[in-house]
């Protein structure tokens, strides 16, 4: 079993960068596909890209494509999100999420809590 933290998460104006990590409080993430997600209030959570064990492949959702890069690094066990250029829409409580599958798989299996990203205008 693993339990996952995201943290990172803060108050960001416009144009900004910022970086979200996500670790293990229990457990490992060495042997998991990692994928990131967000929840605006309202709306359907969404997927937002995904990448492997080894951390040479990727999968991002067109909506944050080129804006977004995910990367892991495994001797640190945890994965990160890296934002940029963000936009008030991109306001929202950010989740990372295991998976057993392929970068592509949708079904996910443990959660962490979340961390919220304010982008203000």
């Known amino acids: 079993q693993v339990q996952l933290v995201e943290s990172g998460g803060g108050l960001v104006h416009t144009g900004d960068s910022l970086r979200l990590s996500c670790a293990a409080s229990e457990g490992s993430l060495s042997n998991y596909i990692i994928g990131w997600f967000r929840q605006a209030p309202g709306k359907e959570r969404e997927f937002l890209g995904a990448?492997?064990?080894?951390?040479?492949?990727?999968n991002y959702a067109d909506s944050v494509k080129g804006r977004f890069t995910i990367s892991r690094d495994n001797a640190a066990d945890t994965v990160y999100l890296q934002m940029s250029s963000l936009k008030p829409e991109d306001t929202a409580i950010y989740y990372c999420?295991?998976?057993?599958?392929?970068?592509?798989?949708?079904?996910?299996?443990?959660w962490g809590q979340g961390t919220q990203v304010t982008v203000s205008s």
């Open positions: 990448i492997n064990w080894s951390g040479k492949r990727t």
């Open positions: 999420a295991t998976n057993t599958g392929t970068i592509t798989t949708t079904r996910y299996q443990h």
